[in-house]
């Protein structure tokens, strides 16, 4: 028992009734109300209930019938909700007919730096500024990031030019100071596996952009989803941005074929990161090409006025007026398979 499909006619009394007794054996449930049928998920570990039980489930008033799905993830997959999910951000959707891209600098350096940024990229047609105030560095000496000073300039940008911002959170003590500033939480591929960082953006409603780990499967990627979802936040962007191989050209391997597997398992947004996944900039524009081609709902792009100067990522990121250009080559793509950027 994992998924109780509702009939039509479905009263809220037989619903509540439903609820509470799956409340009373100690599970949560997830109601999702789609045009055709309303759907309750059941959460905890199903597993263990017999099919007596189970048939004390179908035979309840508004039932129509209870699947079991033999996935590990529940909340994230398709076959819990056949339709795609798209998440509106201000006056964005993601995962509708539009496609996104998120762009900016690795990590927040100034005001005047990200400001300048944000009004190249937006022009050029990204929706969204990115950029780090928390980073995830490999070296300790590395810069590390503004912190909330480096947040207070992210939210300066979005007064300034209305791109939503998206920035990243590492641990679950700076919850409050990004919910106060982002409009979309990142967590790093090097955090996907941090259960409790994401429990606590879980229980929060800010829509989670969720890096695929460095090493991680695609099964992996939706239970991390899988965590955030089952704490009740069903806003979560899934993003590829390269796994770790044997090859030593790029900086990781872009996993394309992870967008139309992702796809095909679950109902969720896919965005994808070339930059981070080629890690040298004159192939992020061939990989962001190929990522809407292959029916990405985004891309994540660094973008970078001058990067030889940036403090982080500079190898990796685009000139703005590179990015001009590769924004209109994208736009053409898109058409073609008819979306629009
Ligand atoms: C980033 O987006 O700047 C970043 C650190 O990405 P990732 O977690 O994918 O390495
Ligand atoms: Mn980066």
């Known amino acids: 028992m994992d998924i109780i499909v509702l009939k039509h006619s479905a009263t809220k009394k037989e619903i509540h009734h439903i609820v509470k007794k799956l409340l009373n054996k100690g599970f949560k449930t997830n109601i999702s109300k789609g045009t055709e049928r309303t759907v309750i998920g059941v959460i905890g570990d199903t597993s263990k ?3 007596e039980e189970n048939s004390t489930f179908e035979i309840l008033p508004g039932v129509e019938k209870i699947y079991r799905i ?3 993830f529940k909340l994230a997959s398709r076959d819990f909700k056949p339709k795609n999910t798209v998440i509106r951000i201000g006056r964005n959707t993601i995962g509708a007919k539009k496609i996104h891209v998120l762009a900016g600098p690795c990590a927040v350096e100034n005001m005047p730096a990200l400001l300048k940024i944000a009004k190249e990229v937006k022009k050029a047609g990204a929706t969204f ?3 780090g105030a928390f980073k995830p560095r490999t070296s300790p000496y590395s810069f590390q990031g503004l912190g909330e000073e480096g947040l207070k300039i992210l939210a300066d940008v979005r007064e300034k030019t209305g791109l939503p911002v998206v920035t990243e959170l590492m641990d679950p003590r700076d919850i409050d100071v990004i919910i106060k500033y982002a409009d ?3 967590i790093g591929a090097r ?3 941090n259960f409790r960082l994401l429990q606590e953006v879980g229980s929060h409603n800010k829509p989670v952009l969720l890096k695929r780990g460095l090493s991680a499967t695609i099964k992996e990627l939706l ?3 899988e965590y955030i979802m089952a704490q009740g936040n069903n806003k979560v962007i899934l993003c590829e941005r390269g796994i770790r191989t044997f090859e030593t050209a790029t900086r990781n391997t872009l996993d394309l074929t992870a967008v139309p597997v992702l796809k095909k398992l679950s109902h969720l947004p896919v965005i994808v990161d070339p930059s981070h996944g080629a890690g040298k900039w004159d192939l992020v524009a061939p990989m962001a090409k190929a990522a809407i081609a292959a029916g990405a709902d985004g891309l994540m792009i660094e973008v970078h006025s001058n990067p030889e100067e ?6 990796q990121s685009l000139k703005p007026h590179r990015f001009k250009t590769l924004m209109k ?4 793509i898109a058409k073609v398979i008819g979306r629009e950027i």
């Open 223 to 225: 239970m991390a989803a």
């Open 191 to 193: 955090n996907m596996q």
């Open 49 to 51: 209930v017999t099919d």
């Open 129 to 131: 500024i990115r950029g």
């Open 329 to 332: 080559e994208l736009k053409a």
């Open 310 to 315: 940036a403090l982080s990522d500079g190898e």
């Open 184 to 186: 979309v939480i990142q």
């Open 70 to 72: 033999l996935k590990p």
